[in-house]
């Protein structure tokens, strides 16, 4: 079993900055993608940033590029989601998200607020 644990959502004005972390618990694998998602209000959840673990290749949506940068450290099999320029659209619960083969494991959820 895997589970993962998110924190570091909150409020924040817009322009700040946030930092998300995602640790990854129970059995691990040597490759395997992390990634995270986001869920606003009265939306479908979306794709935001994803990372591979072996060779740390990085994958961003067209809205957060440039303002987000996702990263990991293997030796806490965690992932970061750094948040920058934050704006009012990217408010919504965060979510994180592993796979590995046919295995997807998804996190509990950190809300993120920007306030305009």
């Known amino acids: 079993q895997v589970q993962l644990v998110e924190s ?5 004005q817009a322009g700040g900055s946030l930092r998300l972390s995602c640790a990854a618990s129970g059995r691990t694998f040597s490759r395997y993608v992390m990634g995270w998602f986001r869920q606003a209000p009265g939306k479908e959840r979306e794709f935001v ?3 591979s673990w072996e060779f740390a290749r990085t994958y961003y949506a067209d809205s957060v590029m440039g303002r987000f940068t996702i990263s ?5 099999n ?12 990217d ?3 965060y979510y994180c998200n592993l796979k590995y ?3 997807e494991v998804w996190g509990q ?3 993120v607020t920007v306030s305009s």
């Open 78 to 89: 965690t992932a970061y989601l750094q948040m920058t320029s934050l704006r009012p659209e």
């Open 101 to 103: 083969r046919t295995l």
């Open 8 to 12: 570091g959502g909150g409020l924040v």
């Open 109 to 111: 959820g950190t809300l």
């Open 91 to 93: 408010t919504a619960v």
């Open 72 to 76: 990991r450290d293997n030796a806490k």
């Open 49 to 51: 940033a994803a990372i």
